[in-house]
């Protein structure tokens, strides 16, 4: 894994809350067992037609807008549990995912697959919206050993937490097993002196 300590980017914004994990990706997607592909039908019935067309006014298809750092409203990632929401994020090419609030399951499977949820206040969230009306290619800096964020455009930053097992996963790179593998030394001795 990809170790992850700081990130700045531009952004891609979608204002809309309450979006289900049926919306980040169709039931009918869930058939494969491997992680592949899954991006390529992240908002699949808001980015294409009927007829596979890709619909223009979607912002996954208007070229202003790029980045690995997805913007979302609240309450993002509700419905079920399907971990293959997560696997669609990090296929597209997103590393983080803000948003004023998350639905937990949604927000530890994204952890796992090593998309950093951050949760913002209102007034923040509204302020990046607020900044891109002056420049659409606004960045903003995550920076996870101070856990911050920060609006580029504004200079503004605010806190955000994260679990500290998990924060260490990210910046040392170690998926769960690689995180057992990396205390094995430890783990050894702790049995060896019960």
């Not at 809350?17 to 908002?43: H, M």
């Not at 659409?136 to 806190?159: H, P, R």
């Amino acid at each position: 894994m990809e170790k992850f300590i700081t990130l700045t980017s531009t952004i891609v914004p979608l204002p809309i809350e309450n979006v289900d994990t049926d919306q980040i990706i169709p039931a009918r997607f869930l058939k494969a067992t491997s992680k592949d592909g899954f991006g390529d039908n992240l908002f699949r019935d808001w980015r294409y037609d009927k007829n596979d067309q890709p619909i223009a006014s979607f912002v996954l298809n208007n070229p202003t807008y790029t980045g690995q750092i997805l913007v979302a409203g609240k309450n993002f990632g509700s419905g079920s549990s399907r971990e293959h929401a997560a696997w669609a994020i990090a296929g597209y090419g997103f590393k983080v995912v803000v948003s004023s609030f998350f639905a937990d399951i949604f927000k530890n499977n994204a952890m796992n697959n090593f998309v950093l949820p951050v949760v913002v206040t209102e007034s923040f969230l509204a302020e990046i919206y607020e900044s891109l009306s002056y420049d659409s290619k606004m960045t903003l800096t995550i920076n996870l050993e101070a856990l911050t964020i920060t609006n580029n455009t504004y200079g503004k930053s605010e806190s955000f937490d994260i679990n500290p097992y998990k924060k260490e996963c990210f910046v040392k790179g170690l998926d769960d097993i690689d995180y057992l593998l990396s205390k094995k030394t430890q783990i050894e001795a702790y049995e060896k002196a019960r």
